[in-house]
């Protein structure tokens, strides 16, 4: 992928969605919204033809639709998770889409069992005992959730750069 200031500014509006989401469990509307505005921006300045932007789009389409019949289904997929995959998505395109999910699995897969021996090392009440509370190492229900926000980023990252 060339690589254009859209780029780079969507990286920013990436770490913003990261910080929000571990902090939160939330991600702004306005973040994956940038992300998919900023993509015609780095269409244009890059001379990608029409063809292939809408190929683009067509990825990012596809993945919108799989992830909100997850995020509806209740398989424990947020909407902010599936609007921020979605938007990534075009970015990547139907080229570089299997990478995308591959690099975030295993983002994914490393930081649920890093969250997961945390808890169970009791990570979580030395933080709380120091006055930190961050609701990564909280159970809701009994399970554990993990900021998706985190592997989406990383794995955008490792696919484009």
């Not at 690589?3 to 939160?24: C, E, M, N, Q, R």
């Not at 599936?82 to 970015?91: E, F, P, R, T």
């Not at 699995?105 to 021996?117: I, Q, W």
């Not at 009791?122 to 009994?142: C, D, K, M, T």
Request: a neutral charge.
């Amino acid at each position: 992928m060339i690589h254009s200031p859209a780029l780079w500014t969507v990286f920013g509006l990436l770490l913003y969605a990261v910080w929000t989401d571990i902090a939160k469990f939330r991600i702004a509307n306005a973040v994956p919204l940038g992300i998919v505005l900023l993509f015609p921006v780095h269409a244009l300045s890059t001379g990608m033809s029409l063809h292939d932007a809408a190929l683009h789009g067509l990825a990012g389409c596809a993945v919108l639709t799989v992830t909100f019949l997850l995020y509806t289904a209740g398989l424990r997929f947020g909407g902010g998770d599936a609007k921020l995959l979605s938007a990534v998505a075009l970015w990547a395109g139907f080229s570089d889409l299997a990478l995308l999910l591959l690099n975030l699995s295993l983002v994914g897969g490393a930081l649920a069992l890093a969250v997961v021996m945390a808890s169970q090392m009791g990570v979580s009440g030395w933080a709380v005992a120091h006055g930190w509370r961050l609701p990564i190492f909280e159970q809701i229900n009994g399970k554990h959730y993990i900021p998706y926000a985190v592997p989406i980023a990383v794995g955008f990252a490792f696919t484009v750069l």
